[in-house]
């Protein structure tokens, strides 16, 4: 699910692999150029014959994408029966970037120019999905009788597809269920790993409703430079993090891939459906693939995309197609679900809603990415409450100024604090928060008191969480990823 619940570890890079697509960082103008006007006849072919709309705009977007990538390379834009200036074939060829300084955000990459991180406003235009307002954590309070999570009050979770509907319905005593998941790469998880199971876990308890959590080892197999068993240790050792942040075994069913798709028939089903539904121009044109993408990886999103289905778990749900899901996850997982929903009404089944997050920083700040081969671009849960400290006061970017007498005068900028940014995730009451950004734009707050702030929030969090994982046993493991009814009355 690359992270479907990771508040976005957009961390860690692709390899170099049998798989590897041909993106724009691998191709020359001139390739990049050929392979524009390959595509541009494609798209006047398909409407000369009128195809499928859907076969249409796919190809339309593939089209826009790969002009993108033609002026991020030449500097120039794509005209056609102009090839690329020699000046422009010399050029080093970069990542392929989002045009007019947009940032870039997909299920495998998130870049960006501004310090502060993510436009997530710029982005809802983009994608197309709603704004989640006061109005809407208002209704979010009334109809779950509970002080929203402060993840929705601050606008951690920023964006939404079909929540009003699932609330509409919930009021008629309709209930619902609940899908995320985790991609594993690596045994070691950090914080940032940890927001989506902490909301979607308020979700669960709010609501009373089960959960289904996918653990994607197959993809990671697909897309990185990983062993198959490595693939599925992973998945079983990130499981027990997992569990270890509270989720009630009778109504929560964790599943790998690998496991799942052999032992239940229901759910390869649905993947077959899906894929029927999705042709290849649409899965280039959503995710970019490339003609020296494995297939595997083409027909992947139609197993993150099974679980939005409740007779994928027949065991749960005792064959109901009817019952809604709601999906929080990091945005960058939202092309998989706008295909997912394209092709829900087609084949019978209620689309999905989703709730999207906002990306976790890095410590270094909010343009670089967290990786897990780099120890020190993120808070692990594995780490100590010394190592905590050390790494928060030596790596954690600053909203300061460069001396004290400066500071106190100017103040300081916690927009683009990696400290304070961490403490809008970790740190549950509000006015003492506030009281932080006030103290530390006024310059009444030092650098050096917000990061002891966050030291003294993230040690006690940590240690708590190692200590639940550390109850963990392989057979509490295998409760939870063992196929079972959960307690669902509906």
């Given amino acids: 699910m690359s992270g479907l619940a990771a508040v976005s570890n957009k961390s860690e890079q692709l390899k170099m692999t049998d798989c590897q697509g041909d993106g724009a960082g691998d191709m020359t103008p001139m390739d990049l150029y050929e392979k524009l006007t390959s595509q541009g006849e494609t798209v006047r072919t398909l409407k000369t014959e009128k195809a499928a709309k859907a076969d249409i705009d796919a190809a339309v977007q593939l089209l826009l994408k790969l002009k993108v990538d033609y002026k991020q390379v030449t500097g120039q834009d794509y005209k056609t029966g102009c090839p690329p200036s020699e000046s422009a ?18 299920p495998w990459n998130v870049s960006t120019s501004s310090a502060k991180g993510v436009d997530y406003d710029k982005l809802i235009v983009r994608f197309g999905s709603s704004k989640i307002d006061q109005e809407l954590v208002d209704r979010i309070e009334s109809v779950s009788g509970q002080k929203a999570h402060r993840f929705l009050r601050r606008g951690i979770f920023f964006s939404h597809r079909d929540m009003h509907q699932v ?8 209930s619902f269920y609940l899908y995320t998941g985790r991609g594993p790469s690596s045994e070691a998880m950090h914080v940032g790993h940890l927001i989506p199971f902490i909301f ?3 979700l669960q308890d709010t609501f009373d409703i089960p959960l ?3 653990l994607t080892d197959d993809e990671k197999y697909l897309w990185k430079d990983l062993s198959l068993e490595d693939c599925h240790r992973y998945a079983v050792e990130n499981a027990k993090d997992i569990i270890a942040c509270g989720f009630n075994v009778n109504k929560t069913f964790i599943f790998s891939d690998l496991d ?4 239940s028939p229901d759910f390869y089903r649905n993947v077959v459906k899906i894929q029927k539904h999705v042709t290849f121009n649409q899965v280039k044109g959503i995710f970019g693939f490339g003609d020296s993408d494995c297939i595997g990886k083409i027909a992947f999103p139609a197993i993150q995309a099974a679980p939005s289905f409740s007779n994928s778990f027949p065991q749960i749900f005792k064959g109901r197609k009817d019952v809604q899901c709601l999906i929080p996850c990091a945005i960058d997982q939202d092309p998989y679900f706008r295909m997912t929903r394209d092709v829900a009404p087609r084949i019978g089944y209620p689309k999905p809603a989703l709730l999207h997050s906002t990306f976790f920083p890095a410590l ?3 343009q670089t990415k967290m990786s897990a081969s780099d120890a ?27 001396t004290v007498e400066e500071h106190r005068k100017y103040g300081g900028n916690p927009d683009v604090d990696v400290s304070f940014m961490y403490l809008t995730f970790f740190l549950e009451d509000d006015e003492q928060l506030e009281k932080i950004r006030q103290d530390y734009a006024s310059g009444a ?23 639940r994982r550390k109850q963990v046993t392989e057979e509490t493991v295998k409760q939870f990823m063992t196929p079972r009814p959960l307690d669902f009355n509906f």
């Fill in 376 to 402: 020190n671009s993120s808070i692990f849960l594995t780490d100590t409450p010394k190592q905590i400290k050390n790494k928060v006061n030596k790596h954690a970017f600053s909203g300061g100024k460069d």
């Fill in 89 to 106: 074939i010399s050029q080093d060829n970069g990542p392929a970037a989002a045009a007019d300084g947009d940032d870039m955000v997909d």
């Fill in 260 to 263: 799942y798709m052999g032992a």
């Fill in 364 to 366: 270094q700040g909010a």
């Fill in 200 to 202: 979607t876990k308020w």
């Fill in 445 to 467: 707050l030092l650098t050096g008191e917000l990061k002891k702030s966050l030291i003294e929030t993230l040690q006690p969090i940590i240690t708590a969480h190692q200590e």
């Fill in 212 to 214: 289904v959590i996918q």
């Fill in 167 to 174: 609330l509409d319905a919930y009021e008629k005593n309709k």
